[in-house]
């Protein structure tokens, strides 16, 4: 079973510029969240769809949005990119919401901010 | 406020040397999971506890989940260079809508 996969890996935007990620769960999976890592802060929640619907949300401003498709595909975006906003980001799949349930991590987007 | 905190924030041993790493909260988990992350990639589940009191075994890596269902142990035994990452924990707050948080982890550097 192919795990979760995550585009593109690496990314340069300049400050101001919009940038969309994506993550294709593990068949079968319905729930997807997005995480920041940073060396600072570790990891961040940002959100989490299940169903099409945002079951969640982190302490993140409006810049950062995300969608879910009926395939359980989901993108994330970032609007006005800030130079702060450079980090790994993270898409992990579960079943159903990430309660008692695993998450299975992708291999995350590199985002650099110039 | 960081609501899970791990402990020690870095780890250096030598190969064969057993160590414990910790994750430690005010709060109370529904259920706790371990990962490993090696850099570039995202994090690699190792466990997940459920039940106060757990302790479950993966190999060398002994997981415990504490009686409160606030914190959590990971005990490696005979360390060896592949184990060597970073230690996240991430727990789903039990009174939050079971939001998962994690810790911002343990980094273990096994020297051979």
């Known amino acids: 079973k192919a795990g979760v996969t995550q585009t593109p890996r690496y990314l340069i935007k300049t400050r101001g510029q919009q940038v969309t990620l994506s993550c294709s769960p593990i068949?079968?999976?319905?729930?997807v969240s997005w995480y920041q890592q940073t060396p600072g802060q570790g990891l961040q929640f940002l959100f989490e769809?299940?169903?099409?619907?945002?079951?969640n949300k982190g302490n993140f401003p409006g810049r950062f949005s995300g969608r879910q498709f009926s395939n359980s595909r989901s993108e994330m975006n970032v609007s006005t990119l800030e130079l702060g906003d450079s980090a790994l980001y993270l898409c992990?799949?579960?079943?159903?919401?990430?309660?008692?349930?695993?998450?299975?991590f992708g291999p995350g987007t590199r985002l650099t901010v110039t | 406020t960081q609501l899970l905190e791990q402990s020690p924030q870095f780890l250096s041993i030598q190969e064969g040397e057993n160590l414990t790493v910790y994750c430690n909260s005010s709060?109370?988990?529904?259920?706790l999971q371990w990962y490993r992350q090696e850099p570039g990639e995202g994090p690699v589940l190792l466990v997940t506890?459920?039940?106060?009191?757990e302790v479950k075994k993966l190999k060398r890596l002994t997981f415990q989940f504490g009686d409160a269902r606030k914190d959590s142990s990971l005990h490696i035994t005979a360390a060896q260079p592949g184990d060597t990452g970073l230690y996240l924990c991430?727990?789903?707050?039990?009174?939050?809508?079971?939001?998962?948080?994690f810790g911002k982890g343990t980094r273990l550097h096994i020297l051979p």
């Open positions: 992990a799949s579960s079943l159903v919401p990430a309660r008692s349930y695993e998450q299975y």
């Open positions: 068949s079968g999976h319905r729930s």
């Open positions: 769809y299940f169903s099409e619907t945002q079951r």
């Open positions: 709060s109370v988990f529904s259920s």
């Open positions: 506890v459920v039940t106060g009191g």
């Open positions: 991430a727990g789903a707050l039990r009174n939050r809508d079971d939001k998962i948080i």
